[in-house]
């Protein structure tokens, strides 16, 4: 009797101590492992992944990282979140635009967070609430072939997309991801329904090609599959920079009465129910800081500082240098349903 009591009590004290390692003690902390957090990434993944290898390098954190594929970008990451919603697993979103962003939050997804250097963002680049925080701006503008297209004949707008003279020799990516949703989403809010159903129908009249995304969009007009085309900074940048690509950048609608010129912010969102909270603090304050900013404006990316404390200069035009389209990115949010809806329709694409 009494070496089989022993034999449980030895067993029980062996069962206790795995379990208190699963719940808390050898570095783990009721919220998750303190020395583990997920971000799902929808920037690019050559232009996030070093940032977040570095500080996982300095501060011996494990980051697990899940990346979004360019032909979905951001709405796989924003889908994946939705539907793991009754058990997250990511703690942070790191998109590369804003319009999914604030999906989730109008879905009550996201929870309110500090980082350290939220002070420094001005506050149309924030939430009220603080579940979100903008940064590292990119511009949405015209790539144009400049080997197919003289100086002064390059088009000044995104009207021109539907001009007839460049039917079948311009390209948007699809409208219904990344930037280029987040754009369409935003024209609506500014023109209203009529103006821009209008607007896209117009385009597919005039046969404006939909690559899967924005940097496919750079990489043919780069090779002269298209006169020219709409896409983002950072994807322009590289083929201007890195490869030699005989392109230029048009920064459109920059007449008098014109639209502006749109700029779309990372944003960085805590997911609500973050497993592991204490880390995902920590990891937020790292990437929203001076030091990330200039990094990715130095790097091929050429993104724009937001942070009135980082001291980096832009290799591109930004919304203090040229005019910006006035834009209420909550209530361009608020109209995504209906307005993919539309073009899921009109361009009979998933």
Same mark, same amino acid.
């Given at each position: ?17 795995a ?14 492992d303190s ?34 594929v ?163 900074t ?10 030699? @690509? ?15 010129t ?12 973050s497993?592991?909270?204490p ?13 990330v ?5 130095a790097?091929?990316s ?29 209530? @361009? ?12 329709e ?5």
């Amino acid at each position: 009797m009494h070496i089989r009591t022993t034999t449980r009590t030895l067993r029980e004290a062996l069962l206790l101590a795995a379990f208190a390692g699963l719940c808390g003690c050898g570095g783990l902390t009721p919220e998750g492992d303190s020395d583990r957090v997920v971000i799902y990434a929808a920037l690019d993944e050559e232009f996030s992944k070093p940032i977040l290898e570095e500080y996982e390098a300095e501060t011996g954190v494990r980051v697990d990282a899940k990346y979004d594929v360019e032909s979905t970008k951001t709405v796989g990451l924003t889908n994946a979140i939705i539907a793991e919603a009754d058990r997250p697993r990511a703690d942070l979103f790191w998109n590369n635009e804003i319009l999914n962003t604030l999906r989730l939050h109008r879905l009550g997804l996201l929870e309110s967070f500090a980082p350290e250097h939220a002070d420094a963002i001005p506050d149309q680049y924030k939430a009220d609430d603080g579940t979100w925080y903008g940064f590292a701006a990119r511009a949405r503008v015209l790539i144009v072939n400049t080997d197919l297209v003289p100086e002064s004949d390059r088009p000044t707008s995104i009207l021109d997309l539907a001009d007839p003279r460049w039917k079948g020799k311009a390209a948007i990516a699809k409208p219904l991801f990344g930037t280029t949703a987040s754009h369409a989403a935003c024209l609506f809010e500014a023109w209203g329904d009529e103006k821009a159903k209008q607007y896209f129908r117009d385009l597919k009249a005039n046969e404006v090609a939909i690559p899967s995304g924005n940097k496919q969009v750079a990489q043919d007009v780069a090779s002269g599959r298209f006169a020219f085309g709409l896409t983002d900074t950072d994807d322009a940048m590289v083929m201007i920079e890195r490869l030699g @690509a005989p392109v230029a950048i048009v920064y459109p609608d920059q007449d008098e009465g014109g639209l502006g010129t749109l700029f779309i912010p990372n944003t960085l969102a805590r997911i609500k129910g973050s497993p592991h909270a204490p880390a995902a603090d920590e990891l937020a304050s790292a990437i929203i800081s001076p030091k990330v900013e200039a990094a990715l404006a130095a790097g091929p990316s050429a993104q724009i500082p937001l942070l009135e404390t980082t001291d980096a200069s832009a290799r591109v035009e930004t919304p203090r240098s040229i005019k910006a389209m006035t834009v209420d990115f909550e209530a @361009a949010a608020a109209r995504w349903d209906e307005v993919a809806q539309f073009i899921r329709e009109e361009f009979a694409t998933d």
